[in-house]
């Protein structure tokens, strides 16, 4: 009788310590459990804002922004005032209204480059209005064209692009067009200065 009880304590008690496993394993899986949720959340959340920096910013291997500086917009080269930039647009449409726009840009690259030369005058405006006793140095000028000009779209981003900085003119300061100018004054291009291209209608000098 005294076994048979015995026994019966040991096995309750072998049940009790059973229980009490098998409840610290569950708990300890449901630990475990959470940081592999957290990390796979973390991670989750980590793609989602790499994603949406994707077009503004890579990231290092450091960790660190690294700033695509090609998409930051640049000063322009030129500072023109209200006046300089009205007369700019207007001598480049007069000069070259049927040409293309890297025909305009030309025209508008002429024109700085006089302005940055020592050998012409330091504003557009002075530029382009500059004379030789009554020969002036643009025929719209002249005839009062510069004027009466409608100016295009074409004309203000090819000016916009000179103002930039994008200069296709290899340093040219003239320019002329064979087909409309006379005689003398193409014979005086041909003697005195060295011819750089052709680009549409207009041949290029330094």
Same mark, same amino acid.
């Given at each position: 009788?005294? #076994?048979?009880?015995?026994?019966?304590? =040991? +096995?309750?008690? $072998?049940?009790?310590? %059973?229980?009490?496993?098998? *409840?610290?394993?569950?708990?300890?899986?449901?630990?475990?459990?959470?940081?592999?949720?957290?990390?796979?959340?973390?991670?989750?959340?980590?793609?989602?804002?790499?994603?949406?920096?994707?077009?503004?910013?890579?990231?290092?291997?450091?960790?660190?922004?690294?700033?695509?500086?090609?998409?930051?917009?640049?000063?322009?080269?030129?500072?023109?005032?209200?006046?300089?930039?009205?007369?700019?647009?207007?001598?480049?449409?007069?000069?070259?209204?049927?040409?293309?726009?890297?025909? #305009?840009?030309?025209?508008?690259?002429? =024109? +700085?480059?006089? $302005?940055?030369?020592? %050998?012409?005058?330091?504003? *557009?405006?002075?530029?382009?209005?500059?004379?030789?006793?009554?020969?002036?140095?643009?025929?719209?000028?002249?005839?009062?064209?510069?004027?009466?000009?409608?100016?295009?779209?074409?004309?203000?981003?090819?000016?916009?692009?000179?103002?930039?900085?994008?200069?296709?003119?290899?340093?040219?300061?003239?320019?002329?067009?064979?087909?409309?100018?006379?005689?003398?004054?193409?014979?005086?291009?041909?003697?005195?200065?060295?011819?750089?291209?052709?680009?549409?209608?207009?041949?290029?000098?330094?």
């Amino acid at each position: 009788m005294y #076994k048979k009880a015995l026994g019966i304590i =040991v +096995l309750v008690h $072998m049940l009790f310590l %059973a229980g009490y496993v098998c *409840v610290a394993v569950a708990g300890d899986n449901m630990h475990l459990g959470e940081p592999m949720i957290s990390t796979t959340l973390d991670r989750a959340l980590v793609a989602d804002e790499s994603s949406s920096a994707m077009g503004v910013a890579d990231r290092a291997a450091s960790g660190q922004r690294v700033v695509d500086y090609g998409t930051l917009e640049k000063p322009p080269a030129y500072e023109l005032g209200e006046e300089d930039y009205d007369i700019l647009l207007r001598i480049v449409e007069a000069e070259a209204g049927g040409e293309d726009e890297d025909g #305009k840009l030309l025209v508008a690259n002429v =024109v +700085l480059n006089r $302005m940055n030369s020592e %050998a012409f005058p330091n504003t *557009v405006k002075e530029v382009v209005m500059q004379r030789s006793g009554r020969v002036t140095q643009f025929s719209p000028v002249a005839s009062g064209r510069i004027w009466r000009v409608k100016v295009s779209q074409e004309t203000i981003d090819a000016v916009q692009r000179a103002i930039q900085g994008e200069d296709i003119s290899q340093g040219a300061l003239y320019f002329a067009s064979r087909r409309y100018a006379d005689s003398d004054s193409m014979r005086w291009f041909d003697r005195r200065l060295t011819f750089l291209f052709k680009h549409g209608g207009h041949e290029f000098f330094f």
